[in-house]
């Protein structure tokens, strides 16, 4: 907690404590006037149960043209910052029994990647109808690169030197074209090719299960926080323009 004088004066509104799977945490620093939330929305749109008649290995739904209920509680915001991705795999979604879903026609044959795109549409869509562009300042962050092998993570002493195409990813192209063409001003910032050097920045074997390696998630302090520089940069050179 460097630079904070008295910490007491920051606290979560509803004293709950940080998980892996905690839906919604509200951190004050009542020094400062200002709260930092957090929702945990890793598609971005709906999780709904198993529609009737559906095939018995289809446990749970994501409605790609309707977004998470929570997103009801982010209109008004200060700063917004979305990010998604690193759900958008194959044990994640169908080896957990999640398909995708259109109005009321499940999607068994569709893509992730086409899934992808029409979640981000109903992003795009929801942001243009709800964002007050007076009040709330839009950030997408792009999709951060992992370094898994071929099934396999081992996470290195030093930085790579080549990034190997991993300055690139499907998933940040697509963010990058989406929001060229917005109504509504988004910010992007794009730690992919960043990242992509990162190799030794991963959690690895150091995490709660050290006999499962982690090549997705990132050791604090790290690269995460880099992240955050280019968001108060952003906003403080947005509020000089102002």
């Excluded at 910490?7 to 509200?26: C, D, F, Q, W």
């Excluded at 092998?149 to 080549?162: D, I, K």
């Amino acid at each position: 907690m460097t630079g904070i004088e008295d910490p007491t004066s920051v606290y979560e509104i509803n004293g709950r404590k940080i998980t892996r799977v905690i839906r919604h945490l509200a951190v004050r620093f009542s020094s400062f006037n200002f709260t930092v939330e957090f929702y945990r929305s890793t598609f971005l749109v709906k999780t709904s149960q198993r529609p009737k008649g559906a095939p018995k290995w289809v446990k749970t739904v994501l409605n790609l043209d309707l977004m998470d209920d929570i997103s009801e509680e982010w209109v008004d915001s200060d700063v917004l910052i979305f990010n998604t991705g690193h759900w958008w795999k194959h044990t994640k979604l169908f080896d957990s029994g999640l398909y995708f879903q259109v109005g009321d026609r499940l999607k068994l044959g569709m893509s992730i990647p086409e899934a992808f795109n029409m979640a981000l549409s109903t992003w795009k869509s929801w942001v243009e109808s709800n964002i007050n562009t007076s009040r709330t300042h839009v950030l997408f962050r792009t999709f951060e690169s992992d370094h898994w092998g071929t099934g396999f993570c081992e996470v290195t002493r030093l930085p790579m030197s080549r990034v190997e195409g991993l300055d690139q990813h499907p998933y940040s192209d697509a963010i990058l074209d989406l929001t060229k063409n917005l109504s509504v001003p988004v910010t992007v910032l794009h730690v992919t090719p960043m990242t992509a050097f990162r190799s030794d920045a991963h959690v690895g074997t150091w995490g709660d299960n050290p006999s499962i390696r982690d090549c997705a998630h990132w050791c604090l302090p790290g690269v995460p926080d880099m992240w955050n520089e280019f968001i108060f940069s952003n906003l403080f050179s947005s509020h000089i323009k102002s």
